[in-house]
C-alpha cells in the first residue's frame, strides 16, 4: 500500500496520560500535514511540516500538543496530559510541492492525501 | 474570518436521481475550493477541484460549480448510485499566504441513496 499510513488506528487512554500518534506519508511527498476531526464537524487544521521544518501551526495546537518530523519522513503527534476534550479523530495528510507555479501570488492547489486516521478517546 | 457553510446536514435521494450538495463561504473568493468524500471511520478522499476562474468541473458522474458572485460551489452527482452514500466535504484553502494544505473544511453533507 503506497498510502498515507497512521499507527495506532484507535487508542484509549487514560486522562492524563501521554499518547503518540505516527504517520509516514507517501513517499516522494515532502508535505506533510496533521488534521484533527471530531464528530459531526469537518477536519480542522492542526500543523503543517515541510521536510523536517514545522512551517505552519494552528491556535488549536496547544503546548500539551507536539508534532515533529525529525528526518522529513515519517512525522509523530504527541499529546502529553490527555483531556477528555482531546477525544477525536487526528488525520495525517501529505501531499507534494507544488510543480504548477503560482498565480496571483499563491499556490494553484495541489491534492493533498489523508491517511486513515488515528483514533483517541480518553477516558 | 473566513467561513465555509455546507447547509444541509444530511441529504436523502432515490437511487438513479441527481443529487446537489451546496457549499457557501464567506468574505472573500478562494483561489480553489475542494470536494471530499468521506466513508464512516475513514480519511476524507480527494473528488474534484474547482478554481476560480472555472464555473464548472467534470470527472464522471461528478460536477462542480463555482460562483464567485454568489460565493457559492454546488456539488453534483448524477445517476446517484447508493455506492454514493458518504458525507462530502468541501474545503478552501485558508488565506493566501498559509500554505496549499492549511485548509477550512466545511462540516460536510451525509448523502443517503435509497436503492
Known amino acids: 500500500d503506497t498510502g498515507v499510513s497512521q499507527n495506532p488506528r484507535h487508542k484509549i487512554t487514560k486522562r492524563g496520560q501521554n499518547v503518540t500518534f505516527r504517520c509516514d506519508p507517501i513517499s516522494e511527498h515532502n508535505r506533510l500535514y496533521w488534521y484533527r476531526q471530531t464528530l459531526g464537524q469537518g477536519p480542522e487544521f492542526l500543523t503543517y511540516?515541510?521536510?523536517?521544518?514545522?512551517?505552519?501551526k494552528s491556535r488549536l495546537l496547544s503546548d500539551r500538543f507536539s508534532a515533529e518530523r525529525p528526518k522529513g519522513s515519517f512525522s509523530t503527534l504527541e499529546i502529553q496530559r490527555t483531556e477528555q476534550g482531546d477525544s477525536a479523530m487526528y488525520l495525517c495528510?501529505?501531499?507534494?510541492?507544488?510543480?504548477?507555479?503560482?498565480?496571483?501570488?499563491?499556490?494553484?492547489?495541489?491534492?493533498?492525501?489523508f491517511g486513515e486516521g488515528s483514533w483517541l478517546t480518553v477516558v | 474570518s473566513q467561513k465555509i457553510e455546507q447547509n444541509s446536514e444530511a441529504l436523502n435521494i432515490q437511487e438513479g436521481k441527481t443529487a446537489t450538495l451546496t457549499c457557501n463561504y464567506t468574505n472573500y473568493s478562494p483561489a480553489y475550493l475542494q470536494w471530499y468524500r468521506q466513508d464512516p471511520g475513514r480519511g476524507p478522499v480527494f473528488l474534484l477541484l474547482?478554481?476560480?476562474?472555472?464555473k464548472e468541473k467534470r470527472k464522471e458522474r461528478l460536477k462542480v460549480t463555482f460562483d464567485t458572485t454568489l460565493k457559492q460551489s454546488l456539488f453534483h452527482i448524477t445517476a446517484s448510485q447508493p455506492a454514493d452514500s458518504a458525507t462530502y466535504l468541501c474545503a478552501f484553502r485558508r488565506g493566501y499566504g498559509g500554505s496549499q494544505g492549511n485548509l477550512i473544511f466545511g462540516k460536510g453533507t451525509k448523502l443517503s441513496v435509497k436503492p
Open positions: 495528510a501529505s501531499s507534494p510541492t507544488g510543480t504548477g507555479g503560482q498565480t496571483r501570488g499563491f499556490y494553484s492547489g495541489n491534492t493533498i492525501y
Open positions: 474547482i478554481r476560480e476562474n472555472e
Open positions: 511540516f515541510q521536510n523536517e521544518a514545522q512551517l505552519e
